[in-house]
Protein backbone atom coordinates (compact mmCIF):
# COMPACT_ATOMS: atom_id res chain seq x y z
CA UNK A 1 0.00 0.00 0.00
CA UNK A 2 1.49 3.05 -1.04
CA UNK A 3 1.64 6.63 1.24
CA UNK A 4 -0.53 8.26 -1.40
CA UNK A 5 -3.27 5.19 -1.00
CA UNK A 6 -3.05 6.03 2.90
CA UNK A 7 -3.73 9.97 2.42
CA UNK A 8 -6.36 9.01 -0.16
CA UNK A 9 -7.64 6.38 2.37
CA UNK A 10 -7.80 9.13 5.30
CA UNK A 11 -9.37 11.89 3.43
CA UNK A 12 -12.24 9.56 2.23
CA UNK A 13 -11.20 8.64 -1.50
CA UNK A 14 -11.09 5.40 -2.70
CA UNK A 15 -7.41 3.72 -2.97
CA UNK A 16 -7.56 1.06 -5.72
CA UNK A 17 -8.75 -1.73 -4.97
CA UNK A 18 -10.63 0.00 -1.33
CA UNK A 19 -13.83 0.95 -0.38
CA UNK A 20 -15.03 4.54 -0.36
CA UNK A 21 -15.81 5.66 3.55
CA UNK A 22 -17.38 8.78 3.08
CA UNK A 23 -19.39 9.94 -0.25
CA UNK A 24 -21.37 13.19 1.26
CA UNK A 25 -21.78 14.51 -2.47
CA UNK A 26 -22.74 13.27 -5.44
CA UNK A 27 -20.08 13.85 -8.56
CA UNK A 28 -21.97 12.97 -11.27
CA UNK A 29 -22.13 16.36 -12.14
CA UNK A 30 -18.87 16.72 -12.12
CA UNK A 31 -18.14 14.45 -15.22
CA UNK A 32 -16.01 15.93 -17.74
CA UNK A 33 -15.06 19.31 -15.59
CA UNK A 34 -11.68 20.42 -16.25
CA UNK A 35 -9.83 21.84 -13.28
CA UNK A 36 -6.61 24.09 -13.07
CA UNK A 37 -4.29 22.64 -10.25
CA UNK A 38 -1.88 25.26 -9.39
CA UNK A 39 0.58 24.08 -7.23
CA UNK A 40 4.74 24.11 -6.54
CA UNK A 41 4.82 21.47 -4.01
CA UNK A 42 5.18 18.19 -5.69
CA UNK A 43 3.76 16.50 -2.81
CA UNK A 44 1.09 18.59 -2.78
CA UNK A 45 0.53 18.67 -6.43
CA UNK A 46 0.36 15.14 -6.97
CA UNK A 47 -2.09 14.40 -3.81
CA UNK A 48 -4.61 17.20 -5.48
CA UNK A 49 -4.25 15.27 -9.21
CA UNK A 50 -4.40 11.89 -7.33
CA UNK A 51 -7.87 12.78 -5.35
CA UNK A 52 -9.44 14.74 -7.88
CA UNK A 53 -8.65 12.07 -10.73
CA UNK A 54 -10.19 9.13 -8.86
CA UNK A 55 -13.21 10.94 -8.87
CA UNK A 56 -13.47 11.22 -12.88
CA UNK A 57 -12.55 14.78 -12.97
CA UNK A 58 -10.18 15.80 -15.84
CA UNK A 59 -7.05 17.40 -13.61
CA UNK A 60 -4.58 19.59 -15.39
CA UNK A 61 -1.97 21.03 -13.18
CA UNK A 62 0.70 24.60 -13.48
CA UNK A 63 3.84 24.96 -11.22
CA UNK A 64 3.31 28.03 -10.25
CA UNK A 65 1.47 31.11 -11.30
CA UNK A 66 2.85 32.25 -14.58
CA UNK A 67 2.52 28.34 -15.82
CA UNK A 68 -1.28 28.72 -14.89
CA UNK A 69 -1.57 32.48 -15.87
CA UNK A 70 -0.22 30.99 -19.77
CA UNK A 71 -2.81 28.24 -19.65
CA UNK A 72 -5.58 29.67 -18.42
CA UNK A 73 -5.42 32.23 -21.12
CA UNK A 74 -4.61 29.57 -24.06
CA UNK A 75 -7.49 27.73 -25.55
CA UNK A 76 -7.99 25.62 -22.86
CA UNK A 77 -11.30 26.85 -20.67
CA UNK A 78 -11.36 25.20 -17.14
CA UNK A 79 -14.04 25.06 -14.88
CA UNK A 80 -12.38 25.63 -11.39
CA UNK A 81 -8.54 26.69 -10.84
CA UNK A 82 -7.46 25.55 -7.34
CA UNK A 83 -4.57 27.98 -6.55
CA UNK A 84 -2.01 28.17 -4.16
CA UNK A 85 -1.11 31.37 -3.03
CA UNK A 86 2.26 31.26 -1.61
CA UNK A 87 4.72 30.12 -5.42
CA UNK A 88 7.85 31.18 -7.29
CA UNK A 89 8.18 33.26 -10.05
CA UNK A 90 4.27 34.31 -9.81
CA UNK A 91 2.27 34.16 -6.42
CA UNK A 92 -1.01 32.99 -6.72
CA UNK A 93 -2.59 36.36 -6.09
CA UNK A 94 -0.77 38.07 -8.62
CA UNK A 95 -1.47 35.37 -10.84
CA UNK A 96 -5.25 35.71 -10.25
CA UNK A 97 -5.13 39.75 -10.95
CA UNK A 98 -3.37 38.96 -14.51
CA UNK A 99 -6.05 36.14 -15.17
CA UNK A 100 -8.85 38.67 -14.23
CA UNK A 101 -7.38 41.38 -16.30
CA UNK A 102 -7.20 39.36 -19.29
CA UNK A 103 -10.48 38.04 -18.93
CA UNK A 104 -11.85 41.25 -18.86
CA UNK A 105 -9.74 42.43 -21.75
CA UNK A 106 -10.77 39.17 -24.04
CA UNK A 107 -14.30 39.30 -22.73
CA UNK A 108 -14.32 36.29 -21.32
CA UNK A 109 -16.18 34.35 -19.07
CA UNK A 110 -14.58 34.68 -15.18
CA UNK A 111 -13.06 31.41 -14.15
CA UNK A 112 -13.53 30.79 -10.20
CA UNK A 113 -10.48 30.73 -8.48
CA UNK A 114 -10.02 29.26 -5.03
CA UNK A 115 -6.90 29.86 -3.05
CA UNK A 116 -5.90 26.58 -1.33
CA UNK A 117 -3.56 28.02 1.51
CA UNK A 118 -2.39 26.47 4.64
CA UNK A 119 -3.55 30.45 6.38
CA UNK A 120 -6.41 30.77 7.58
CA UNK A 121 -6.12 34.00 9.38
CA UNK A 122 -9.31 36.46 7.78
CA UNK A 123 -6.53 38.97 6.87
CA UNK A 124 -5.33 36.14 4.53
CA UNK A 125 -8.88 35.62 3.07
CA UNK A 126 -9.16 39.33 2.28
CA UNK A 127 -5.93 39.66 0.20
CA UNK A 128 -7.47 36.41 -1.48
CA UNK A 129 -10.45 38.53 -1.75
CA UNK A 130 -9.12 41.60 -3.12
CA UNK A 131 -6.45 39.80 -5.42
CA UNK A 132 -9.75 38.68 -7.51
CA UNK A 133 -10.13 34.51 -5.55
CA UNK A 134 -13.66 33.52 -5.49
CA UNK A 135 -12.81 31.47 -2.60
CA UNK A 136 -11.06 30.47 -0.13
CA UNK A 137 -10.34 26.60 0.81
CA UNK A 138 -7.45 25.90 4.60
CA UNK A 139 -5.04 23.05 3.88
CA UNK A 140 -4.97 20.01 4.48
CA UNK A 141 -7.76 20.07 2.20
CA UNK A 142 -10.92 17.29 2.82
CA UNK A 143 -11.80 15.41 -0.14
CA UNK A 144 -15.61 16.03 1.30
CA UNK A 145 -15.01 19.60 1.33
CA UNK A 146 -13.68 19.76 -2.05
CA UNK A 147 -16.28 17.77 -3.36
CA UNK A 148 -18.56 20.35 -2.19
CA UNK A 149 -16.64 23.35 -3.62
CA UNK A 150 -16.18 21.74 -7.18
CA UNK A 151 -20.27 21.28 -7.31
CA UNK A 152 -20.81 24.93 -5.94
CA UNK A 153 -18.12 26.19 -8.64
CA UNK A 154 -19.45 24.18 -11.64
CA UNK A 155 -23.15 24.93 -11.09
CA UNK A 156 -22.46 28.60 -10.78
CA UNK A 157 -20.38 28.71 -13.97
CA UNK A 158 -23.28 26.24 -15.99
CA UNK A 159 -25.37 29.11 -14.50
CA UNK A 160 -23.61 31.68 -15.98
CA UNK A 161 -23.31 29.88 -19.01
CA UNK A 162 -27.35 29.17 -19.44
CA UNK A 163 -28.99 31.26 -21.99
CA UNK A 164 -31.49 32.41 -19.47
CA UNK A 165 -28.32 33.93 -17.51
CA UNK A 166 -26.77 35.87 -20.52
CA UNK A 167 -30.07 37.15 -21.51
CA UNK A 168 -31.06 38.63 -17.82
CA UNK A 169 -27.85 40.28 -17.97
CA UNK A 170 -27.80 41.92 -21.48
Known amino acids: QSLMDTLLRVCGAEPEGGVKTKVSVSLESLDKKKILVVEDNDINREFAVEMLSREGIDVDVAVDGLDAVEKVSGSQK ?39 TAHILSEHKERARQA ?6 AKPVELSQLRELIEHWAAERDRRNSPEYNQASH
Open 132 to 137: GMDGHM
Open 78 to 116: YDLVLMDCEMPVLDGFSATQQLRAWEVSHQRIRTPVVAL
